[in-house]
Each structure stands twice: as structure tokens, then as C-alpha cells.
């Protein structure tokens, strides 16, 4: 009589009596103690052959080592992540889980890769783009050399008068531009500081150009414009008590040429400056913000408009876009704050007139004013310390002059966001390269 195998079953039997075949899904007992295990017989059996034998043995060793390489592995994590071994022997995890996570992060890190080399060609051909656009401007500025002297007299009348206002943050300022450029340039407290208020337009005549310095007040003019809240806080440091420090900021600067900040002065920062939302005139060079114009209770506009105070100014091509970290230039950030819906009319009848639809000021191009909260002026001023310049030559440079700086501006932009994603990727990577070789992640 044929001898016939034996061995025992689990308390889960991977072995099918009824079709003599072993299971080839046997998935095991659980661990009950490591690192052997306790197995208990509950019944024998017999199998057909040595195959079926060899073939038992070997489903129950490869499982009896993938669970004891899993428990391995959570005994090193474990131990390297909290400095001690884990409280009871059998918690482990599954093979497969953690062959599952390894397959993540492999996935993770060629994601990031892929978007930094995306990244990284999008940053290159940005800086080509600039460096075409840069030549393009460079032909320009030798057709307009022969101009250039003509157009210094607006700006030096406008140095000269914040050079007047010696006592002021904007005369130091000024000063230390106009005398002391190559020692201003590597100043870091002034770095962040756009210009002062009265420099950063320009207006089409001389009775326009009154109107709004004198409705703005000469400490508005006076007020230097910062992109961010960090350089607000370069401009003026404090002790302990919240005193002054008289050697540092502004103030130090004042010192090291012989002059002395006299009071308060303004400090703008555009960051925090609430910006328009309105969309902006299409085919229009300055960027002037689509406003809808007033109306009177018989749905006319009134006579003698002529346009909102904030469309009115003239910018510099670099302060028309990307100003701030949001893409915004000065009209919809620092001029808009500063005039809103301010109107402007011919004639002080045609103000008078339109009275029901001013609701933030108005002025008129022979003297008139009324503030935002509906108080005339009246009477006349004909000293102004501080007014802003004219419109001229340099200023009215071609359409295609003006795209071409706007479009190297909103370029510039681009780069710098880019910049921050391709930081932010490469973080991402650095801590998915980690996780794979097993290091902990603070």
C-alpha cells in the first residue's frame, strides 16, 4: 500500500479536501508570536504527491518571510523616527503597503523632475524673449539721443522743488539720488522705494498739473511709495522704548549729509494698497481704467466732463503693469487710492451743475474744487511748492515703443513666478527623495 504524505493544516485551511488540490491563494495563519510561528493542528490530511507537498511548503515560507521582512522594516522605521522599538512585536505592516508607498513617491519624484524641466525651459525661453525685446528698445533710445537734452527741463524742475523741501524725508531722498547716486544705489533701505508722489506722473498742462497737486496737499505730494511693507519699516527704526533711532533709516540718512527730518512725513506701500478691479480701455498705450462716466437723474452725461482725475495722469511705461507682486500698476494701486472718482470739469458752472452725480469731488479747469465728503474750496492759491510735471517728448514715445516695455515688464513678471514655483518644486522634491531613502522629515 502506497505510503501516502502528511501535514498539517492551519486553523484556516489553505487545502481543498473535496477537489484534493492545495489553494494556491492560501494566504496563511495570522502571527500570533514572533519571530515563529505558533501553529496548531487541527486536522491531517493527506496529498496526492510530493508536489503538492513542496508546493504547501513553499506558499507557507514566502509568506512567513515577506511578514517577517515587513515587521524588519517597521522596526527600523520605528526605531529611527522615535527612538524606540515598538510597544507590541506584532504591529507591522503589510509587504504590499509599503511596496505600494515606495511606488508613490518613485512616481512623486519623476512628477517634480518633469515639472522642473518644464519649468526650468520656461524660465530660458523667458530670458531670451527679455534679451530680444531689450534690443529692440536699445534701437529706440539711439533715435530719441538727439532728443534727450529737451526733455531733462520738466524733471529737473521737479527735482528742484522736492530739493527746496530740505527738512522733508522726500528732499533727503532726493538729494541723495541727485548728489549721491552710486552711494544711493547700494543703499538697502531705499532699494524698495519707488519714487515720490510727484514724480511718478506727469499731466498734459500747467493749470491741470496745479489743480491736482493743490487737491492732493503738499504732504500727499511729498509722499514716498514703497512696493512693500519691508521697505515701510527700512525707512525708520525704533528702540526699545519705540523711540526714533536718529542714526538709522531715513533719518541716519538725513544725518550723513547735514539735514534733519522735520515732523511726519507719508509713506505709501502699494501692497497694501487696495487696487481697482475695472478693466482698462482697449488699444489705450496708458492703460486708463474703464469707468463708467456719470450721469445725471435724465440719464445725460453732464456738460463739460471731462474726464475722472485717476485717467488724467500720464505713467512711466514701467509703472503701467507689474508694479506689485500681483501684476497691478500704479493708476489702479497708488492712484486710484489717492483721487478714486475724482471728476474733472471745464468751467465751475459745469461742476455746479453736476453736483447730483459727484460723489467723490470734482474739480475744474478754473479753480473749482469740492472734496469727497462735499466740501468747496473757494478762493485761489498761486503758491505751489510742489506740483507734478508736464507731459513731454520722452514721454509721448510711440505706441510700439510703449508695447514693447510693457511687454518686457509683464515678461519679468512671468520670470518671477516661475522663479517661485521652481522653488516650491524643487522643496517637493527634496522631501519625496528623502522619503524614499528613508530619512525622517522635519
Known amino acids: 500500500m502506497e505510503e501516502s504524505f ?10 481543498d479536501i473535496e477537489q484534493n488540490r492545495l489553494d494556491s491563494n492560501f494566504h496563511g495563519s495570522k502571527i500570533e508570536k514572533f519571530p515563529l510561528h505558533s501553529v496548531e493542528c487541527s486536522s491531517w490530511f493527506a496529498f496526492d504527491s510530493i508536489a503538492d507537498t513542496l508546493l504547501y511548503t513553499f506558499i507557507y515560507l514566502r509568506k512567513l518571510l515577506r511578514e517577517t521582512l515587513a515587521y524588519a522594516i517597521v522596526l527600523c522605521l520605528n526605531g529611527s523616527n522615535s527612538g524606540h522599538l515598538p510597544s507590541k512585536p506584532y504591529q507591522f505592516i503589510c509587504f504590499n503597503d509599503l511596496q505600494d508607498n515606495f511606488d508613490s513617491l518613485i512616481k512623486d519624484i519623476k512628477r517634480h523632475e518633469d515639472n522642473l524641466k518644464f519649468l526650468k525651459s520656461q524660465a530660458n525661453h523667458l530670458d531670451e524673449s527679455i534679451l530680444d525685446l531689450q534690443v529692440r528698445l536699445g534701437k529706440y533710445h539711439s533715435k530719441d539721443a538727439a532728443n534727450e537734452n529737451s526733455d531733462l527741463h520738466p524733471e529737473e524742475e521737479s527735482t528742484q522743488q522736492l530739493l527746496h523741501q530740505e527738512q522733508s524725508a522726500a528732499g533727503i531722498l532726493c538729494k541723495v539720488k541727485s548728489y549721491h547716486a552710486i552711494h544711493a544705489s547700494n ?11 510727484a514724480t511718478l506722473a506727469r499731466v498734459d498742462n500747467d493749470t491741470l498739473s496745479r489743480l491736482l497737486s493743490e487737491y492732493l496737499g503738499l504732504e500727499t505730494m511729498l509722499g514716498i511709495v514703497c512696493k512693500t511693507f519691508d521697505g515701510i519699516k527700512a525707512l525708520e527704526k525704533y528702540d526699545g522704548d519705540g523711540k526714533i533711532k536718529d542714526i538709522a533709516g531715513l533719518h541716519g540718512l538725513g544725518s550723513s549729509i547735514g539735514r534733519k527730518i522735520d515732523g511726519r512725513f507719508t509713506a505709501f506701500c502699494l501692497e497694501d494698497l487696495r487696487h481697482k478691479p ?3 480701455l482697449s488699444n489705450d498705450p496708458q ?5 463708467l462716466k456719470p450721469k445725471l437723474p435724465d440719464g445725460k452725461c453732464p456738460s463739460g466732463f471731462l474726464d475722472f482725475a485717476v485717467n488724467m495722469v500720464n505713467l512711466d511705461d514701467r509703472n503701467l503693469f507689474c508694479v506689485t507682486a500681483g501684476g497691478h500698476g500704479l493708476r489702479e494701486t497708488l492712484f486710484y487710492n489717492l483721487f478714486s472718482y475724482l471728476q ?12 447730483p452725480c459727484i460723489t467723490h469731488g470734482a474739480v475744474s479747469l478754473d479753480g473749482g474744487m469740492i472734496t469727497k465728503n462735499g466740501l468747496f474750496l473757494l478762493g485761489s492759491r498761486e503758491n505751489f511748492e510742489v506740483k507734478f510735471p ?8 510711440s505706441l510700439n515703443y510703449s508695447q514693447i516695455e510693457t511687454r518686457i515688464r509683464k515678461l519679468r513678471w512671468e520670470q518671477h513666478n516661475i522663479e517661485q514655483d521652481m522653488l516650491r518644486e524643487q522643496q517637493l522634491l527634496d522631501k519625496a527623495r528623502a522619503a524614499s531613502s528613508g530619512k525622517p522629515q522635519v
Request: glycine residues 10%; charged residues 20%.
Open 6 to 15: 502528511r501535514c498539517p493544516t492551519l486553523g484556516s485551511s489553505g487545502y
Open 187 to 197: 543703499l538697502s533701505l531705499i532699494k524698495d522705494v519707488l519714487g515720490i508722489v
Open 278 to 280: 475695472a478693466c482698462c
Open 287 to 291: 492703460k486708463k481704467l474703464a469707468l
Open 344 to 355: 474733472a470739469y471745464k468751467t465751475r458752472a459745469d461742476m455746479l451743475s453736476a453736483l
Open 390 to 397: 508736464l507731459i513731454t517728448g520722452r514721454s509721448g514715445l
